[in-house]
């Protein structure tokens, strides 16, 4: 059963850091793309990235709205993701999620999510 | 960047009614469409990719259907465990915009 389990998440102050973390279980995320979705407090949900799998020399996406200021990165022997962000604002107050894809149709398709990670941006 | 516009944002619907949601895009996505249920404080769930392949596990009341600009979710008889959030996602190019969702609520 592949599980997903995002951590790192918590109160930061504007203009700060925080790295969030995404241990998979089940699957080796490294032959794999991985999404980060976010969902701020009662709104929809925002793409933020994709990393590439490792046939794809793990390239990265990102949502404007994060570019230069996020970063996706990879742990092989961890089996894990991450999403480096600095220069944090309110408005990436949100829920963070990962999941994993699978490929259907030319197409990477996010199937398998983690249960989220709060990220609170706040004075 | 692709704009997708859900259509309702919010619905009140009966158990068996048939349910239909709208998603349009602002350009042509071919079939690079997917639906996904989010229950409240849980993770969105994967209903349907490629605009209308069923995922595994997921009752074959869902259907999808449309390509190009116009897509449509369809619930043929609405069940208690269907009241939720539904959202579409596009996979055309980067970057992957969802919709603003469809809330579905019990009358």
């Known amino acids: 059963e592949v599980q997903l389990v995002e951590s790192g998440g918590g109160l930061v102050q504007p203009g700060g850091s925080l790295r969030l973390s995404c241990a998979a279980s089940?699957?080796?995320?490294?032959?794999?793309?991985m999404d980060w979705v976010r969902q701020a407090p009662g709104k929809g949900l925002e793409w933020v990235g994709r990393s590439r799998d490792k046939a794809h020399s793990y390239t990265t996406e990102y949502a404007a709205s994060v570019k230069d200021r996020f970063t996706l990165s990879r742990d092989d022997s961890k089996n894990s993701l991450y999403l480096q962000m600095n220069r944090l604002k309110t408005e990436d107050t949100a829920v963070y999620y990962c999941a994993t894809t699978y490929f259907h149709s030319d197409i990477y398709w996010p199937d398998q999510w983690g249960q989220g990670t709060l990220v609170t941006v706040s004075s | 960047d692709i704009q997708l516009t859900q259509s309702p944002s919010f619905l009140s619907a009966s158990v068996g009614d048939r349910v239909t949601i709208t998603c349009r895009a602002s350009q042509g996505i071919s079939s690079y469409l997917a639906w996904f249920q989010q229950k409240p404080g849980k993770a969105p769930k994967l209903l349907i990719c490629?605009?209308?392949t069923l995922q595994s596990g997921v009752p074959s009341r869902f259907s999808g259907s449309g390509s190009g600009t116009e897509f449509t979710l369809t619930i043929s008889s609405l069940q208690p465990e269907d009241f939720a959030t539904y959202y579409c996602?596009?996979?055309?190019?980067?970057?992957?915009?969802f919709g603003g969702g469809t809330k579905v609520e019990i009358k």
């Open positions: 996602q596009h996979f055309n190019n980067y970057p992957l915009t």
């Open positions: 490629a605009a209308s």
């Open positions: 089940g699957i080796t995320i490294s032959g794999h793309y």
